[in-house]
Nanobody, 130 residues
Framework: QVQLNESGGGLVQAGGSLRLSCTAS????????LAWFRQAPGKEREFVAA????????YYADSVKGRFTISRDNAKNTIYLQMNMLKPEDTAVYYC???????????????????????WGQGTQVTVSS
């Protein structure tokens, strides 16, 4: 059974930092594109960042560009989201997602769509206080 498990969420003051992790089990995703999405209360789930299979290609939502960094460690079957200069509007449940295809490139419009991803984690709460 494939599982994606997020961790690292919590409560932080505005301007602070957090690092989220997402570890996969049940299969390897070392050849897959992976992504982070988030969902704030009362809002639709939105794209945050995506990374291709070897980490050489990344894409970010404009709202987090320059503040968040997505990375991966294929040996650990894990991706990360380093979040700096956090703002209250970053408060949301953060989800990691994986595409089942191998070596699929990260292409802006496609990678931002929830339909691009086949597996999802349960989410981790990030709360940024003002």
């Amino acid at each position: 059974q494939v599982q994606l498990n997020e961790s690292g969420g919590g409560l932080v003051q505005a301007g602070g930092s957090l690092r989220l992790s997402c570890t996969a089990s049940g299969r390897t995703f070392s050849s897959s594109a992976l992504a982070w999405f988030r969902q704030a209360p009362g809002k639709e789930r939105e794209f945050v960042a995506a990374i291709n299979w070897n980490g050489e290609n990344t894409y970010y939502a404009d709202s987090v560009k320059g503040r968040f960094t997505i990375s991966r460690d294929n040996a650990k079957n894990t991706i990360y989201l380093q979040m700096n200069m956090l703002k209250p509007e970053d408060t949301a449940v953060y989800y990691c997602a994986a595409n089942r295809s191998k070596f699929r490139p990260v292409v802006a419009a496609r990678s931002m769509s929830m339909f691009e991803y086949d597996y999802w984690g349960q989410g981790t709460q990030v709360t940024v206080s003002s």
